[in-house]
Nanobody
Framework: QVQLVESGGGLVQAGGSLRLSCASS????????MGWFRQAPGKEREFVAA????????????SVKGRFTISRDNGETTGETTVYLQMDSLKPEDTALYYC?????????????????WGQGTQVTVSS
C-alpha cells in the first residue's frame, strides 16, 4: 500500500518555526517530484513548495519564498524518500492543513491536479 505520512505540525506563535516531514512507503519515490500544498478553512488547496526528484531544483509560492525551505532525503539505502518543509518566520496566515504530494514524474509542477499521491495532512496553526 502506497502511503505518504506527514508529521511535525502543531501550534506555534507568530515568528516561530516548524519542520514538517513526509515519510513515504509502499513504492519508491526516488525519481518523483514532490511537493507541499496547504488548505485553509473555506479556501482552495494551494501550492506551497516543490522539489525535483534529485533535489536539484526547488520552487516556492511567493507567499512563502524566503521563509520556507523544502528538502528531501532519497534514502538510497532504504529506497524510501522523506521530504521536509522547514518553516521559519511563521505568520498567522500560514495556518492551514499541510499536505505532502508526489508525482509520477521527476519534473516539478504547481497544481494539485498534477500530483498523483497524497498524504492525509498535518495541521499547522500560527497564533498572533
Amino acid at each position: 500500500q502506497v502511503q505518504l505520512v506527514e508529521s511535525g505540525g502543531g501550534l506555534v506563535q507568530a515568528g516561530g518555526s516548524l519542520r514538517l516531514s513526509c515519510a513515504s512507503s509502499g513504492r519508491t519515490f526516488m525519481y518523483s517530484a514532490m511537493g507541499w500544498f496547504r488548505q485553509a478553512p473555506g479556501k482552495e488547496r494551494e501550492f506551497v513548495a516543490a522539489i525535483r526528484w534529485n533535489g536539484g531544483s526547488t520552487n516556492y509560492a511567493d507567499s512563502v519564498k524566503g521563509r520556507f525551505t523544502i528538502s528531501r532525503d532519497n534514502g538510497e539505502t532504504t529506497g524510501e524518500t522523506t521530504v521536509y518543509l522547514q518553516m521559519d518566520s511563521l505568520k498567522p496566515e500560514d495556518t492551514a492543513l499541510y499536505y505532502c504530494a508526489a508525482r509520477n514524474s521527476p519534473v516539478i509542477r504547481f497544481t494539485a491536479a498534477e500530483y498523483n499521491y497524497w498524504g492525509q495532512g498535518t495541521q499547522v496553526t500560527v497564533s498572533s
